[in-house]
């Protein structure tokens, strides 16, 4: 068996080491960089400035006239862009200019559904080994805070929706580190104990303690994030100064009164650029969901030209759109900008950098990793040129919280978009009807937001 240690492998000498030092030393561009670099940012160093300075934040089509969200030391963006989503449409119906949905309601449900989801999952996989890639990756990946589109549906669908007021934030669903902790630890301990009845045949023990560590999943929660009402009394003044008092609501009656799209007609377009994947096909990921017994999540996987075209003519429309990308690359975040060529890394360093979309995939250097709202596009003959963001990380970058991106960025560092069904072709719709490509655990496309 080869091992680091055999002959044929290559080790760093004291030869090379030497040799390498007095290259860079020799260097007089690269001992400037380094001076530079001691002192201020690489990004600072890097960045093209007459790009950044050039990319204006004016569209012409905007939706907005809302102030952003925050989401703060929590991972719940994909939970904060669903949810305003729905609260464009709200505003309407209520007339007001400023509304927000309850973030902290929605994310108790879900974390309560996932842990049932975990331990579903860890039943069904009980005769693998701890070891076991599959089993492995369950025990990593059990309690953040990210998720996908279809999850967040998932919970409004069966639990519905109540307005902030209702149930506000807490020290807890706005710092979510310690309470994640002590979900893992519960949970992962719960899976060994379920592990063991399963393998000694102890049915109704396995049923007992998976009540009782649902039980304590809900007793965390309730603790960290506070009780979720299951009716509340609404009453509210719109922009007109007229006071409305609507009586009491259940949460499910709220999400129906006070939005104005079906979500079950709406569907996560992704680009996926690897080529065992063909274009107009549908995947899903296994083990990738939330709440028992609901649908999956469901990608089509289209041309990323045709997801900018539908997002494009879906904000045109007035509708913002749910989307998903990569965050990190090419950003500035303090003055809120995206430009796929913004830092020249590769000619800072002297060193080959450049990955395709594809191979970034392949080699785990791109993923989704953050869920925003579209809410404005610029058209010029027919062609986007930039994108109006809404983020959630609060009013302090950016344009007091929105972001600008280029159309470039969009190409390599955009995975998802989400768009009404009735904006597909009759082809495409079709498509969401055959049986999925069921994709690893693992797949990238199944990384949360």
Same mark, same amino acid.
């Given at each position: ?21 007095? +290259?860079? @030393? ?31 934040? $004016?569209?012409?089509? #905007? ?5 952003? $969200? ?17 609260? @464009? ?8 200019? /400023?509304? /927000? ?13 996932? @842990? ?12 693998? $080994? ?43 669903? !706005?710092?979510?580190? %310690? ?18 009845? %399963? ?9 007992? =303690?998976?009540? #009782?560590?649902?039980? /304590? ?63 107009? !096909? ?31 003519? &879906? ?35 002297? =060193?080959?950098? !450049?990955?395709?979309?594809? $191979? ?5 250097? +791109? ?20 994108? %109006?963001?809404?983020? !959630? ?12 991106? @280029? ?21 495409? %719709?079709?498509?969401? /009807? ?6 690893? &655990? ?8």
């Amino acid at each position: 068996m080869t091992t680091i240690t055999d002959a044929t492998a290559t080790a760093l000498t004291t030869g090379q080491l030497a040799e390498l030092h007095k +290259s860079f @030393a020799a260097d007089p561009v690269l001992k400037r960089t380094q001076n530079a670099i001691a002192r201020v940012s690489v990004d600072d160093i890097a960045i093209d400035h007459q790009l950044a300075t050039a990319l204006s934040s $004016t569209v012409s089509n #905007r939706i907005d006239d809302w102030k952003v $969200t925050n989401q703060k030391k929590s991972g719940r963006c994909w939970l904060f862009a669903a949810l305003n989503l729905l609260r @464009a449409g709200a505003k309407e119906v209520l007339d007001v200019k /400023e509304f /927000e949905f309850s973030q902290n309601y929605a994310m108790y449900f879900d974390k309560l559904e996932r @842990a049932n989801y975990f331990l579903e999952s860890i039943l069904e996989t009980a005769e693998r $080994t701890e070891d076991d890639r599959l089993v492995s990756y369950l025990l990593q990946s059990v309690m953040g805070d990210g998720g996908q589109w279809d999850m967040a549906v998932n919970i409004f669908t069966k639990y519905g929706a109540v307005p902030k007021s209702a149930m506000p934030e807490t020290e807890s669903s !706005s710092n979510t580190g %310690r309470m994640n902790s002590v979900l893992c630890l519960l949970l992962r301990r719960g899976a060994q104990e379920l592990r063991l009845l %399963r393998e000694t045949g102890d049915a109704a023990g396995e049923e007992h =303690a998976r009540e #009782r560590i649902i039980k /304590e999943v809900h007793r965390i929660l309730t603790v960290h994030l506070g009780t979720p009402p299951t009716q509340f009394e609404w009453e509210y003044t719109d922009d007109k100064k007229a006071f409305h008092r609507e009586g009491v609501l259940t949460p499910q009656q709220f999400l129906a009164k006070y939005t104005t799209i079906a979500l079950k007609d709406y569907v996560c377009l992704v680009d996926d650029p690897r080529a065992e994947h063909p274009k107009g !096909s549908t995947l899903t990921v296994e083990h990738l969901g939330n709440v028992v017994g609901a649908a999956p999540v469901l990608y089509l996987n289209v041309d990323i030209n045709l997801a900018k075209r539908l997002a494009k003519e &879906a904000i045109v429309d007035g509708e913002p759109v749910w989307f998903g990308c990569d965050v990190g690359p090419q950003m500035v975040r303090k003055d809120g900008i995206w430009d796929a060529r913004l830092y020249d890394y590769a000619g800072l360093y002297g =060193a080959e950098l !450049s990955m395709d979309k594809e $191979t970034r995939v392949r080699f785990g250097e +791109s993923a989704m990793t953050h869920a925003m709202l579209l809410t404005g596009v610029d058209v010029l003959d027919g062609e986007t040129r930039r994108w %109006r963001v809404e983020n !959630s990380w609060g009013e302090e970058n950016g344009e007091q919280g929105f972001y600008t991106m @280029a159309d470039n960025w969009f190409d390599e560092y955009v995975f998802e978009v989400v768009v009404n069904k009735a904006r597909l072709s009759p082809e495409l %719709r079709r498509a969401l /009807e055959a049986e999925p490509t069921v994709l690893p &655990a693992w797949d990238p496309m199944g990384a949360l937001a």
